[in-house]
Structures are given as C-alpha cells and as structure tokens.
Nanobody
C-alpha cells in the first residue's frame, strides 16, 4: 500500500509559479508509474505529467514547456514545477501512482490562478 500526500497548492496570479510536492509513504524507487493529474470544476480528471515505466516522462500538450516533473528518490517525493501559470490551469491537482498493479491517489491540492 502507498499513501500519497500533496502540498504546495495555492492562489497565484497569471504568469506566476508554484511547485507541488507529493510525498510517498514508501520508497518510490520501485514505483514505475507516478505523476500528476488535475481536475477542474465540471471537467474530467486529466493527465498533467507522469513518469512512465522505464523512467520516461509524459506531459499534457497544454503544459509542455511550462511544467516540469521531477523526483527525489532519497526523499520519496515527486515534484511538479509549474511556471507561466494560466487561469485555465486552475484545478485540484492529484498525485497518482501505480504500484504492482494497484492505483493510489493523494487527497489533492487546490491550485487557483487569477487573471
């Protein structure tokens, strides 16, 4: 079992930056797929940025060039650096991982970008 705890959300003006953190309750070295999703009001949850099996990264087209996912295995933490934020980035951001075929989600952290 894996517990994921997000932090770092908040209110920021358009053009600003935030860094989200996702702390896992166990070593992420052995977790193949881990990353970030988001859900805006009235919309479906969507992929933002993830580490896939083998360590490659995938980004949503809407965030490429602005967001960067990274990980610190020693701290069991995955980060999402978000730059040049836009009002359409407003959403609840969730950390997710797939561990031995089981899906785990964090509780989510709100990101609000004002225009």
């Amino acid at each position: 079992q894996v517990r994921l705890v997000e932090s770092g959300g908040g209110l920021v003006q358009a053009g600003g930056s935030l860094r989200l953190s996702c702390a896992a309750s166990r070593s992420i070295f052995s977790i193949n797929a881990m990353g970030w999703y988001r859900q805006a009001p009235g919309k479906q949850r969507e992929l933002v940025a993830v580490f896939s099996n083998g360590g490659s990264t995938n980004y949503a087209d809407s965030v490429k060039g602005r967001f960067t996912i990274s990980r610190d295995n020693a701290k069991n933490t995955v980060y999402l650096q978000m730059n040049s934020l836009k009002p359409e980035d407003t959403a609840v951001y969730y950390c997710h991982c797939n561990y031995y075929g089981y899906e785990y989600w964090g509780q989510g952290t709100q990101v609000t970008v004002s225009s």
